[in-house]
């Protein structure tokens, strides 16, 4: 099946700073990508939606100036956490889908993001 | 989308088949029914999919009710390490649109 990666698997930062998450899909071109956010013992919630060489959608309460997305190539998706806070702290996990063949929609590993 | 009514739990003994029900009641006549499962601190991880016919592939066989209404994802020789939370999704075909995750349910194999 399709490989997606996400980089890193987990990232500590200081509260106040920026971190990047990349997501690439290894075997095939995606035109749209899909970042969600889990809590602890929560269930998956999109965060947004990252259409390559468009402006991302974002979620409703999901502010688009804190999560920079960025999807510049049909390989490649980045999420910026602008200004970490504690509570940003969560599990990321980004999807993409090899158009035009519906919702087999493959998932990254995720990203744990501690923010201290 | 169709909304989605799964157990929260259940529990199975391994190498025995697990039965995961799922309720969708209002599912319309283009929307599909796809199983994913999430294991621990994981993405998820596609399962199966299908539209009115019984499906099998080398994971699951996925059971639907012939008014649709409701599916049986099945495991048959349930292993350790299918043990995950399992997602039940209706969604239609078209477009590029994200999928919506319920709460699933949290399979727990026992050795």
């Known amino acids: 099946g399709a490989v997606v990666s996400q980089h890193p698997s987990w990232v500590i930062c200081k509260s106040g700073t920026s971190v990047k998450i990349e997501c690439r899909s290894l075997d095939f071109q995606a035109t749209t990508m899909f970042w969600y956010r889990q809590f602890p013992k929560q269930s998956l919630m999109l965060m947004a939606t990252?259409?390559?060489?468009?402006?991302?959608?974002?979620e409703q309460g999901v502010e688009k100036d804190k999560f920079l997305i960025n999807h510049a190539s049909l390989t490649l998706s980045t999420l910026t956490v602008t200004s970490a806070h504690p509570e940003d702290s969560s599990f990321y996990i980004c999807?993409?889908?090899?158009?035009?063949?519906?919702?087999?929609?493959?998932f990254g590993p995720g990203t744990r993001l501690t923010v201290t | 989308d169709a909304k989605t009514t799964q157990p929260p739990s259940m529990d199975c003994a391994e190498g025995r088949a697990a039965n995961l029900p799922c309720n969708h009641s209002?599912?319309?006549?283009?929307?599909?029914v796809y199983w994913y499962r999430q294991i621990h601190s994981q993405g998820p991880q596609y399962i199966i999919h299908?539209?009115?016919n019984n499906e099998t592939n080398e994971m699951a066989s996925l059971i639907i009710t012939e008014d649709r209404k409701s599916s049986t994802l099945i495991l048959p020789h349930a292993t350790l390490r299918d043990t995950a939370v399992y997602y039940c999704?209706?969604?239609?075909?078209?477009?590029?649109?994200?999928?919506?995750f319920g709460s699933g349910t949290r399979l727990q194999v026992q050795p």
């Open positions: 299908g539209l009115k």
């Open positions: 990252s259409n390559e060489g468009s402006k991302a959608t974002y």
């Open positions: 209002t599912i319309s006549g283009n929307e599909y």
């Open positions: 999704i209706v969604i239609e075909d078209t477009g590029r649109r994200a999928l919506t």
């Open positions: 999807s993409a889908s090899r158009q035009p063949r519906g919702y087999e929609q493959y």
